[in-house]
């Protein structure tokens, strides 16, 4: 049995509204899940780097909330 590991991407709209896109990681496979849209995608490669793309250009989510 392969361990799951989680974890999350948050931004913040121009509006005050958080976007959150999940990483979920299994063995080598990260998955990609938006909250707000539903968007998927398998990230093998900077997870973490394309959900940050994903909530700018889908949400114009740029605010990061640990920066504030």
Do not use: Y
């Not at 063995?27 to 990609?32: N, S, V, Y």
């Not at 707000?36 to 900077?46: E, I, M, N, S, Y």
């Amino acid at each position: 049995m392969s361990q799951i590991d989680r974890s999350k991407v948050s931004r913040w709209d121009l509006h005050g509204r958080e976007h959150v896109v999940r990483v979920r990681r299994s063995g080598a496979r990260r998955t990609l899940r938006c909250d707000t849209c539903g968007w998927r995608r398998v990230a093998p490669f900077l997870p973490w780097l394309r959900a940050q793309e994903h909530l700018a250009d889908a949400h114009q989510a740029t605010v990061n909330p640990a920066a504030a």
